[in-house]
């Protein structure tokens, strides 16, 4: 099997359909991918894919979760506002319950997170659906 399909690619969305790229730049996802994949044992938790906001990136250093700061040993460049990046599922829940949660796009979005985030709280936030 391929990077692409271990990685990514034979990942499904929360729609149900192939998981698609969420960001090549910034590269995002775990394995650094593009994808907000979970891997081969299910174990990458960055599922979520996002459009950063100012106020979510305030909101997440705020917590302890500086996303804004570069950090190249990890390949990491810092984000800014509307780029779009792979965040940990239960930090989205955490801004959400906060009321600062970031647009997500679905068919980018790891059906894994499912068991933590219901899929229709996930459509109120969603910048893909028509």
């Given amino acids: 099997m391929n990077e692409l399909g271990r ?10 359909e192939p998981l698609q790229p969420c960001s090549s730049d ?4 775990f394995f650094r991918t593009g994808y907000c994949a979970a891997g081969p044992d299910s ?6 894919c996002i459009e950063a906001t100012d106020e979510f ?5 705020s917590v302890g ?3 804004s700061t570069p950090h ?3 390949s990491f460049p810092g984000l800014v506002s509307g780029n779009r990046w792979c965040l940990v599922a239960g930090r989205w829940a ?5 009321g600062k949660a970031p647009k997500v796009f679905l068919r980018s979005t790891n ?3 499912l068991g933590l985030i219901p899929l229709g709280v996930l459509k109120a936030y969603a910048l893909d659906l028509n």
Avoid at 7 to 16: I, Q, R, S, Y
Avoid at 43 to 48: E, I
Avoid at 94 to 98: D, E, G, K, S, V
């Fill in 7 to 16: 990685f990514g690619g034979a990942e499904f969305n929360v729609l149900g």
């Fill in 26 to 29: 910034p590269l995002t996802g």
């Fill in 43 to 48: 174990a990458a938790v960055h599922l979520v």
């Fill in 57 to 61: 990136l305030e909101f997440s250093a």
């Fill in 65 to 67: 979760n500086d996303l």
């Fill in 72 to 74: 190249p040993e990890f």
């Fill in 94 to 98: 955490q801004a959400h319950a906060a």
């Fill in 111 to 113: 059906q894994a997170v």
